[in-house]
């Protein structure tokens, strides 16, 4: 991976330390998306099921969703890996080496255009909900959407309905870019990991250990939707990147 882009409103000073000193950290190279805040969502066509969300989670998640438009739209026509995370994530070294193993030994050998890493808890609310016919699997640590999400324009009942499991890291092959947007386009607007649960495109689900890679959701609070976040002195935020090892 040498394309690494983190995503992160000016205001989250913190969140922007923590990413910084971890990929630093892990000897990656990176830049910073500066997010993208938006006032309402009229003019955009808004998944039916979507539209029962509070409307500041609607508008949060469509900053998300724009910033990834703008991104990919800044990236195709390219070779290689790109790799889109949010700030509040965290990445081990184990998980690093894992991830480049599964590009190399795996999704090289597969059409792909997006690969996931979803919420541990994802896996066992699969199977909770018996939602398993949804994913075809390629190995332990690779699962294909068959489904979607019921959220989606395409979504079709007699395959079930899928889950989302976070937008936390994501992987997208560049040659491919294109198609990604094209499917994108013509999709309804919903929560951008909810849009990368489907099969209109080749996307994949990719399983960790706990705690490989996952998303400081007590630490840092969300930017998205109507809870309160917390702000974190440099201390707590040395604290927090003791956890990249």
Known sequence: MNDIVYINIKERKDRRDHMENMLRFLNLPFERFEGIKIETTEDIEVSPNFKPQPIKQQIGNLGLYKGHIQILESKKNQEGTLLILEDD?????????????????????????????VFPGFWQNIRKAKMSKGLKKINDSVYKFKTSTGYSRFHDPDKGKMLSGGGHFVLINKKNIQKILNYMHDEYFYAIDAIYSTDQINSYALKFADGEIKQFFGKFGTDIGENPHEHYTKERVKKINIEYE
């Open 89 to 117: 994530v965290l990445i081990t070294k184990a998980a690093l080496k894992k991830v480049n193993y599964i590009i190399k030994n795996t999704l090289s050998d597969l059409d792909w255009d997006v690969a996931r890493a």
